[in-house]
Nanobody, 123 residues
Framework: QGSLVESGGGSVQAGGSLRLSCEAS????????FGWFRQAPGKEREGVAA??????NYADSVQGRFTISQYSPKGTVYLQMNSLKSDDTAIYYC??????????????????WGRGTQVTVSS
């Protein structure tokens, strides 16, 4: 098992909701900054939301629909996804790093990655 483990993915109809969880352990436990990323078939991985040290940041495509939150004592990060669209279909990855500042949505800025969880939204 890796340092970051995602869960909560699944299949849902458009307009529905899902909640993803990411649990940090081992080398990633105690990370300051966390991010959620996604990769759809044939597309590059993109940043969705990021959190840490009082900062939150969202991609324009999910602003107002997704909410990132963090339960620091357990090193767990969540992504609440509402009003899901077919364009949200992708593998969702959790990422973490120790160095600040947080809120970064760049793929290359994170040191630890989970294996991903599939989210499928049908129209």
């Amino acid at each position: 098992q890796g340092s970051l483990v995602e869960s909560g993915g699944g299949s849902v109809q458009a307009g529905g909701s899902l909640r993803l969880s990411c649990e940090a352990s081992r080398d990633a436990y105690g990370s300051s900054c966390f991010g959620w990323f996604r990769q759809a078939p044939g597309k590059e991985r993109e940043g969705v939301a990021a959190i840490g040290r009082g900062t939150m940041n969202y991609a324009d495509s999910v602003q107002g629909r997704f909410t990132i939150s963090q339960y620091s004592p357990k090193g767990t990060v969540y992504l609440q996804m509402n009003s899901l669209k077919s364009d949200d279909t992708a593998i969702y990855y959790c990422a973490a790093r120790f160095h600040s500042p947080c809120g970064d949505l760049n793929v290359g800025s994170y040191d630890y990655w989970g294996r991903g969880t599939q989210v499928t939204v049908s129209s």
